[in-house]
């Protein structure tokens, strides 16, 4: 066992939704094992500037169900460098803090391994993003919410597209990855998916266009930002080049994807790995990633998590072929 007493919790990059749920997991857990919890405001920024508070029970009461996260969450220049990470450690020490929950994605990890080069602090990571493009866990935090979102859009649009027989590009969000656009493609019944991992095959989505104007009166097509396609206008100027005739629309989903209310799913999965992260501490584990892989909770050392190696799952792809006739 660690001799940890004072742990911090903080958010860092994109927010998700269920980082809440989280943050009341890890600062209960720790209330739970009798240490006292700190919450950190703006993520590494915050660590810098010493924008560290208490938190007790009732700080985290009531915000299972919202979206967002009440740390706030920031991108830090200040915390690249090593004076600004100094500081940073400086004001952790002022504070007696002797462990770290930090709950993002990659970037988050990226700085939470150079800060334990540098200063030695145990941090446990869980993951915090929607675009589920960590290795060591089956979801990220947010994913599923996000896709939901994507769903309950892409359905609203389908019912316009539907009654003026139109064919719509939607664009997603996932940075480099397509994980969104793949899952939310099938859940909507999408005619096509363009997503980063695969090379988009422009030859192949016009025929299925075409074949499938046949038996459906509209047509969406589900665009991973990060697809090498060049986002949902360039798509949609290619199919209309080929199809002048056909009645076309372009919708960006955005930042509604990284909003709402968490699923039941990421709020049973943010309240178990909150567990976990600060039992993890205790054990005396630092430097990694707790995921749920087959729902059991898993540890995978950052370098590793935050090489999300670009291939999807090859069955979830044939769904789309298939099901789209
Ligand atoms: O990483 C989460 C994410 O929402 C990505 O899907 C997206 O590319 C990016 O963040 C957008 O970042 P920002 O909120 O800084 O525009």
Redesign the pocket.
Known sequence: MSNIKNIAVFTS??D?PGMNAAIRAVVRTGLYYNLNVFGIGRGYDGMVHGDIFPMDAKSVANIIQRGGTILKTA?SEEFRTVEGRQQAYENLKNHRIDGLVAIG?DGTFTGASKFIEEHNIPIIGLPG???NDLVGTDFTIGYDTAINTVIEAVDKIRDTAESHDRVFVVEV???DSGL?ALRAGISVGAECVLIPEIKVEYEAMMDRLDRTRKNKASRVIIVA??DDAGGAFAVAERIKERFPHYDMRVSILG?I??GGSPSCMDRVLASRLGVVAVEALLEGRRGEMAGLIHGQAVFTPFSKAIKHIGTVNENLLRLVDILSL
């Open positions: 990059g994109g998700a991108r994605g993003t929607i675009d969000m996932g940075r969104i930002e990060g930042h994807q990284r």
